[in-house]
């Protein structure tokens, strides 16, 4: 089988691991030791792992993360998660097809007892990203008594998995810096404070009513069963709780949206960016925030096609400057469009999407179907809060940081995780300081939405403000601002940014501090406030996250100056002498020019090239990016696919579709509850955790008041634990 | 304006589905008001599935083989699946005292026409296999019994009873006040009580009005407080309904390929518990509950941290295969217990239309389906022979002494 391993990458260095050889279905194979079997698994091109018990449709991931249990197989004879359970030698790997068979087991365990062993901590936190390590650092500078417990091998949650630059600001939320270097930041820090104890692969699988929270350790090895790992069932008596669980990925109904290859942007950059598993040839994304944007960058950092984000909405509701940085290389953004379906017998074979009216129906007629083998849904987040609401019933001192507290960028997280250990530590009655009013005004700054991109009406209002608060200039300060300024004479800085963010790190980098920010705002659109100053350090051009910043030298030659770019993709296809296609913000191509010369600066700003390029003084100002997919991805021509909507699956655990929640609906159902008893909707594995938003969604498509549907009861375990764990077996 | 009906039913579970099936179906106009958003959505759904004629008492007996033509023949029948598997209830014995227990119920199992055999280690291990045989003695298999879905089936009874076209359910009502006014020497239609005295029941609920000659109280662990508010003439009735709610924990496992049928019903009491139960249902997930001792009393269905570790060990030491199996939900449902472990199926002898089919003691999905035609028969007057075994049995006026062995 052929090796879908990433083996170069612009940011990322390729992991080196001892190789290992297991079997799938009877075929040897191999992969690296201690990573997860699903990403062994397609590395080695295998993205189906079973068949549905119920209409034998092909299964394959999901979500990557331990939440679900698509990805399901056995694993030396035990059905086990593939995205959570990591790689060993000699591992017999099966498909799961149709329900798992027990295997005969005459042995009888011995067991220790759960109850005496449970463990009283005084903060524990659920989940080791950005806010529960930002309070766990809080909480250990006090000396508290905390335990962090995160499902996965590492610390760092979602920050493992992001390979672009953060926004915000440099010195309270590592602006500039890329995410995964940002968690190990954090894990730096925390690793000096003696109070925090930390739990890797331990997951949090059920809080209860006698406000004891059950978790299972993975891979202990403790010498109590010879040298092998077990796993271990521990009950926590927690006086505060914190959960910092995240988000889950929505997913949106259509036709095929089960089909292997149909998944989430989060669980794609798991396996790309975690895992170094190119997982797809091509992709399409549907969802236009920040995360289908970033997962669309980071595909082509992985050498992925992508053909296109598309969006329902007339603009996208990520950050301009992703949306830019996407386009510039050559990735179309289709906004007022949706997907029809997803085509292909046992797997993304093609996508079918097309233009919406004002109504949000399809468009008759302007169907376009592409060849692509991965399908990403980014159409949103919803909190992982099904711990915190469990506690706050039970009546537990329980908080909430970072996305389970609400749905907003990692560097809020880290606000709000340091704001809720603040809280914790003062409810121990061990601090008595108020929370920084500023850390409140920030975390509120950093979970706002973007601004509307600037007019021109709007970009002019702020060239007079740049005006009036130029210090010693004699004007063209404004010639910063989206390069329309009249100097060119001397080396600046030109910034592309017209959108309101919360970023500046490109202020705190500039070797002259020339660069402001309007009003000093962390929103405010960066402005220089003494052009002479400005000696070329390109500082600001290599941190910008957004890569909208380039510096236009005049000095050597005024009509033909040099323009530095920043580039995140491979060396080799910048280098010295070789053409490359110039485009302007939004993608429009200005001709092809040869490389100057490469700088990097890797270790100050790893990951990021500074490309120069010598152009004519024309359109030296506009040159923002490099084009890198050059042609745009062409629509094939396909029979009808004339699959109906209501053949979505909503309930893909236990694969009830659109249709049949519909029709219940229509028959009277107005409670959730109920529906199990009609056609088993949410009684899966998940634990609704995927169909929860799309059966409200029908509801409210069937012209329902929500207030009239009664939500599901959810019940402890969140997580499926086997009977030998929860029993304390031992051996 | 108040809604009139000929009956009303109290409670949309267990009892009160199939009660108001068969009444809907003998032509009865009936209401059922539930304070729950849906069918079934009180304790019914809390019950694990299991199905059984296998008790130690007549009336029991009588009413379950009954409840199991019900279940067993329904989808033959009205088409819906409410899962209903054939796969009988095992008690598989290691001691000789649940030996002599179980043998010494097998002469009444047997008179009142339960199907039940002791058999021998080999074939209990037959039936389920994987189980403990160190030590094991021999159990008690009855084939007949089964297990259906809870939930299905109370779907299947509503849809059933709205089908007659002569039940009207009221969901998300809770009942506020019941005033009964005497009408003497009046005799209603439908009203059929051992004099010719009855009453005219207003029930009053947060939304609306209801009047009724037939009142019955399904309302399982709610019957003693729904006896506190009736009243008589503006008077309170002081009636006092011995159902006394505990509680026990269930849960349920992913799917695996079914490997066995029965229901396993271990006796042996055990640090913290006294018996436990588990089958593997049509789906192949493997469901479980078990009896705390002491009982924890009271309406708290919150899930605690205690049930899993005690069951789960106490299940893998009778079936060592489970152990990898994974443990999806657990839940905690009442038993509306009453002083003897018996159900109160009778009419109240002090206020004339009221009947009690409540306290079920944790059977009342079993039970529902048999005591729901008993039910339906006390209204009309059309009691058979052995229906009046199961209402002598479970008279509200009996001495509630004893205790039933196999509750």
């Known amino acids: 089988m052929t090796s879908k391993r990433i083996t ?27 990573e997860m079997l699903s990403s062994a698994l397609f590395a080695n091109g295998v993205q189906i792992f079973g068949h549905h018990h119920k209409d034998n449709s092909p299964q394959g991931i999901f979500c990557a993360n331990g939440q679900c249990s698509q990805c399901l197989v056995i694993a030396d004879g035990l059905p086990v998660k593939s995205c959570m359970t990591p790689l060993r030698e000699g591992m017999k790997v099966e498909s799961v097809e149709g329900l798992p068979k027990v295997p005969e087991d005459d042995n009888i365990p011995t067991f220790e007892d759960i109850d005496s062993q449970i463990k009283d901590v005084d903060v524990l936190i659920i989940g080791g990203g950005p806010a529960g390590l930002s309070a766990a650092i809080e909480l250990g500078k006090l000396n508290i008594k905390t335990l962090i417990v995160d499902d996965k091998d590492r610390l760092g949650g979602k920050l493992v998995l992001q390979t672009h630059k953060f926004f915000g ?82 997913m949106l109904p259509f036709p095929g949206n089960t089909l292997p290859g149909v998944y989430g942007a989060g669980a794609f950059q798991t396996l790309v960016n975690r895992d170094l598993v190119k997982s797809s040839e ?21 050498g992925i096609e992508v053909v296109a984000v598309i969006e329902g909405l007339p603009e996208v ?95 809020a997280a880290m606000f709000t995780g340091k704001i809720e250990g603040i809280r ?104 220089l406030t003494d052009i002479k100053k400005c000696k070329g350090c390109m500082n ?11 510096l236009v030298d005049y000095r050597k030659d005024a009509q033909n100056p040099t323009v530095t770019l920043p580039y995140e993709l491979w060396r080799d296809t910048v280098e010295k002498g070789q053409l490359v296609t110039i485009t302007d913000v939004k993608g429009e191509i200005m001709g092809d020019y040869p490389v100057e010369r490469v700088v990097a600066n890797k270790k100050k700003f790893p990951g990021t090239l500074l490309v120069q390029v010598k152009m004519g003084k024309d359109v030296a100002k506009k040159a923002i990016g490099i084009k ?104 | 304006m108040a809604k009139n009906y000929d009956a009303i039913i109290i409670g949309a579970g267990s009892v009160g589905l199939p009660a108001a099936m068969s009444l809907g179906a003998l032509g009865v106009k009936t209401a059922v008001i539930d304070k729950m958003p849906s069918a079934g959505q009180g304790e019914n759904k809390h019950a694990i599935g299991g199905i059984r004629a296998t008790h130690s008492d007549p009336g029991k007996i009588i009413a379950c083989i009954r409840s199991i033509e019900i279940f067993s023949t329904w989808k033959e029948i009205y088409g819906d699946d409410i899962e209903w ?6 008690f598989p014995v290691y001691r000789e005292k649940e030996e002599n227990l179980l043998k010494s119920f097998l002469p009444i199992q047997r008179k009142y026409g339960l199907n039940i055999d002791y058999v021998s280690p080999d074939v209990v291990s037959e039936i389920a296999p994987g189980i403990n045989r160190d030590g094991l003695l021999g159990g008690t298999f009855s084939p007949n019994d089964g297990s259906a879905s809870p939930m299905n089936s109370a779907n299947a009874f509503f849809r059933k009873a709205k089908e007659t076209g002569k039940v009207d359910f009221y969901f998300k009502e809770g009942v506020k006040g019941i005033k009964a006014t005497h009408i003497s020497n009046s005799v209603l239609n439908a009203g059929s009580n051992a004099n010719s005295d009855s009453n005219n029941f207003v029930v009053e609920t947060d939304k609306d009005t209801y009047n009724t000659p037939i009142l019955i109280d399904a309302a399982g662990p709610f019957s003693r407080q729904l006896g506190k508010i009736v009243t008589v003439d503006s008077k309170p009735a002081n009636l006092d309904i011995p159902v006394f709610p505990d509680s026990h924990e269930g849960g349920v496992t992913e799917p695996v390929e079914p490997f066995f049928k029965t229901m396993l019903v271990d006796l042996r009491p055990a640090k913290g518990s006294k018996n436990y139960y588990f089958y593997q249902n049509a789906h192949g997930h493997i469901i479980f509950c078990i009896t705390p001792d002491p009982p924890i009393l009271g309406f708290d269905k919150r899930e605690t941290s205690l049930f899993l570790p005690q069951v789960a060990a106490r299940m893998l030491n009778l079936m060592p295969s489970l152990k990898n199996i994974r443990v999806r939900r657990v839940w905690r449902g009442l038993y509306p217990m009453t002083p003897d472990g018996s159900p109160i199926v009778s009419w109240n002898k002090d206020v004339q239309g009221l009947l009690h089919a409540t306290g079920m003691c944790g059977q009342g999905y079993m039970l529902g389906p048999g005591i729901g035609e008993i039910i339906s028969r006390m209204v009309t007057d059309q009691l058979t022979e052995s229906d009046k075994i199961v209402t002598d049995e479970f008279s509200l006026y009996r001495s509630f002494g004893g205790e039933e062995a196999l509750k």
């Open chain 1, 8 to 34: 170069q990458h612009p940011v990322l260095d390729i992991p080196e691991g001892n190789n290992v050889s297991f079997t799938w279905n009877g075929n040897r194979l191999e992969g690296r030791e201690g």
């Open chain 1, 169 to 250: 600001s440099v010195e309270d939320s590592h602006a500039g810096t890329r995410g995964f270097e940002i968690g190990h930041i954090l894990e730096k820090k925390l690793a000096e404070l003696s109070s925090v104890e930390i739990w890797l692969e331990t997951t949090a699988v059920g809080v209860f009513s006698d406000k004891v929270v059950g978790v299972v350790r993975e891979n202990i090895k403790d010498g109590s069963n010879g040298n092998k790992a077990h796993s271990k069932y521990i009950k926590i008596r927690p006086q505060k709780m914190l959960v910092a669980t995240g988000a889950r990925e929505k």
């Open chain 1, 282 to 302: 091509r992709v399409l994304i549907v969802g236009g925030g920040n995360v289908g944007i970033i997962a669309g960058y980071h595909a082509i950092q992985a």
């Open chain 1, 317 to 411: 509701g990520g950050y301009k400057v992703h949306a830019d940085k996407l386009e510039r290389l050559g990735v179309p953004i289709y906004t007022r469009h949706t997907v029809l379906s997803a085509n292909g017998k046992d797997a993304v074979e093609s996508v079918t999407i097309a233009l919406l009216d004002d109504k949000w129906k399809a468009i008759k007629g302007t169907e376009k179907t592409f060849k692509v083998d991965t399908v990403l849904i980014a159409v949103g987040l919803s909190p992982v809060n099904e711990f915190y609401l469990k506690a706050k019933d039970w009546g537990m001192d329980v908080y909430s940081a970072g996305d389970a507290q609400e749905i907003a960028e990692a560097s």
């Open chain 1, 424 to 527: 914790i530590a003062k409810s121990l009655g061990v601090y008595n300081g108020d929370i920084p009013d500023e850390w409140i005004s920030k975390a509120a700054v950093l979970k706002s939405r973007p601004g509307v991109p600037l007019s021109e009406d709007a970009l002019s209002a702020l060239r007079s403000y740049c005006r009036d608060n130029k210090k010693d200039s004699d004007g063209g300060s404004n010639d910063a601002v989206n390069g329309s300024g009249s100097v060119e004479n001397g080396v600046m800085p030109v910034f592309h940014c017209t959108q309101e963010i919360p970023c500046n790190p490109c202020t705190s980098v500039c070797e002259e501090g020339i660069i402001k920010t309007q009003d000093d705002k962390i929103t405010g659109l960066p402005y």
């Open chain 1, 540 to 550: 600001c051009v290599a941190i910008c996250p957004g890569l909208a910043a380039t």
């Open chain 1, 628 to 731: 890198f997919q050059k042609f745009p991805i062409e629509s094939i021509d396909v029979p009808d696919t004339s699959a109906l909507p209501d053949e979505a699956v909503i309930c893909r655990c236990e694969r009830v579709t659109a249709g049949e929640i519909r029709s219940a609906i229509r028959n009277g159902v107005r409670d959730v509850n109920q529906l199990k008893g009609i056609n088993r909707t949410g009684m899966g594995s998940c634990g609704s955790k995927t169909c929860r938003t799309m059966v409200l969604a029908i509801f409210r498509d069937e012209g329902i008041d929500l207030k009239e549907v009664t939500e599901r009861t959810d019940r402890p375990l969140f997580v499926e634990v086997p009977f030998g764990t929860l029993a304390g077996m031992k051996g």
């Open chain 2, 85 to 90: 598997l054939t796969g009988g209830y095992m």
